[in-house]
């Protein structure tokens, strides 16, 4: 019975920044992973980045490496996705996702294999 809820989306400018947060709730399991993807309309599901919950390592797309940073704190079972130079194709649904550990960080990047979801939240670029 885990819930996820995100929150922090929101209309902003291009060049912009934005703080999505995620408060996880109900997770029973010790070791995992916590992960962000977006969906824009008429598009697949895309990985955004992920980060372990123990030891703080993250994956992060391509396309948002050096502009993105995920980031969680242990104690609020809260991950967080700090969106920095954001661009137009930047706007999408956000999710946040929640998944076991694995011996893989490929694995990380596969939507299919994650647990449960969030609601999402919108985050619209202006340009």
């Known amino acids: 019975q885990v819930q996820l809820v995100e929150s922090g989306g929101g209309l902003v400018q291009a060049g912009g920044s934005l703080r999505l947060s995620c408060t996880a709730s109900?997770?029973?399991?010790?070791?995992?992973?916590m992960g962000w993807f977006r969906q824009a309309p008429g598009k697949e599901r895309e990985f955004v980045a992920a980060?372990?919950?123990?030891?703080?390592?993250?994956v992060y797309a391509d396309s948002v490496k050096g502009r993105f940073t995920i980031s969680r704190d242990n104690a609020k079972n809260t991950v967080y996705l700090q969106m920095d130079s954001l661009k137009a194709e930047d706007t999408a649904v956000y999710y946040c996702?929640?998944?076991?550990?694995?011996?893989?960080?490929?694995?990380?990047?596969?939507?299919?294999?994650?647990?449960?979801w969030g609601q999402g939240t919108q985050v619209t670029v202006s340009s």
């Open positions: 996702a929640i998944r076991p550990v694995a011996s893989r960080e490929y694995v990380y990047r596969l939507p299919r294999t994650y647990d449960d």
């Open positions: 109900g997770v029973t399991f010790s070791t995992y992973v």
């Open positions: 980060i372990s919950w123990s030891g703080g390592n993250t």
